[in-house]
Nanobody
């Protein structure tokens, strides 16, 4: 089994910052990519930022220049630094890992989500 545990969400005023963390643990051999998604009430889940094992990153247009994804391969951890937060950033943020395990091959795992609320 694989577990992804997110932390760092909370309530912040517009213009403020938060840093989300996601730690992966369990039965896997490698992490190929880790990413952050978010889902606001009444909206579909959307990709916020992604980072591959090779260091390639990509961002949703709505967060470019404000959010930064980074990782610590040794700790199986990915971070999302969120600056200049806006009320539109309010959502549940989910961590996703693309993994590989012997006997299972490639698969994905999701965290339970962490709430980010930005007040105006």
């Amino acid at each position: 089994q694989v577990q992804l545990v997110e932390s760092g969400g909370g309530l912040v005023q517009a213009g403020g910052s938060l840093r989300l963390s996601c730690v992966a643990s369990g039965n896997f051999f490698s992490i190929n990519a880790m990413s952050w998604y978010r889902q606001a009430i009444g909206k579909q889940r959307e990709l916020v930022a992604a980072s591959t094992r090779g260091g390639t990153t990509n961002y949703a247009d709505s967060v470019k220049g404000r959010f930064t994804i980074s990782g610590d391969n040794l700790k199986n951890t990915v971070y999302l630094q969120m600056n200049s937060l806006k009320p539109d950033d309010t959502a549940v943020y989910y961590c996703k890992a693309d993994l590989w395990a012997a006997g299972r091959g490639s698969f994905s795992s999701w965290g339970q989500g962490t709430q980010v609320t930005v007040s105006s």
